[in-house]
């Protein structure tokens, strides 16, 4: 039986919730796959109350790790022997999502060199008529194999 890619296994989950991360953060955080391709990923997620501040918006800190694990679930995409660890995370905040919200995750490699990568993800309204929140990251190539699927 041929064994599958790390991609291979995030398009096996579109239009579901992704149930194979090896992040129990990220389980715990329930992203429905929308799209994947090698180098980036859209995520879907419904905002719950134990996402958010007091006043039922999406918690900043939510928001910060939604974007560091969608961004992982990139490099996730790009089938790496190694695991690659989080440099920096600059999180610009635009417009709120609030509790019973949908909102959307979206992806993308800005430059891949051989020991560093810079990634962005937008996290936008369910229309994408309002951007919520853009990260920028920068992650470091480790010698940490990763596990099997």
């Given at each position: ?17 992704f ?8 389980l ?39 974007a ?11 089938n790496?022997?190694t ?35 810079n ?31």
């Amino acid at each position: 039986m041929e064994k599958l890619t790390r991609l291979q296994v995030l398009q096996n989950h579109i239009d579901s919730e992704f149930i194979a991360s090896p992040s129990p953060f990220m389980l715990w955080m329930k992203p429905i796959v929308i799209a994947a391709e090698q180098g980036s990923v859209t995520f879907k997620y419904t905002v719950r109350e134990e996402m958010s501040n007091p006043v039922k918006s999406l918690h900043g800190g939510v928001t910060a790790a939604i974007a560091d694990d969608c961004i992982g679930a990139t490099m996730f995409s790009l089938n790496e022997e190694t695991f690659y660890t989080t440099i920096n995370l600059v999180v610009d905040y635009f417009a709120p999502a609030f509790v019973g919200d949908t909102i959307l995750a979206k992806t993308a490699i800005i430059r891949k060199g051989k020991q560093i990568v810079n990634a962005q993800c937008e996290i936008w309204n369910k229309d994408q008529t309002r951007l919520i929140a853009r990260a920028t990251s920068n992650l470091l190539k480790t010698n940490i194999v990763k596990k099997e699927l």
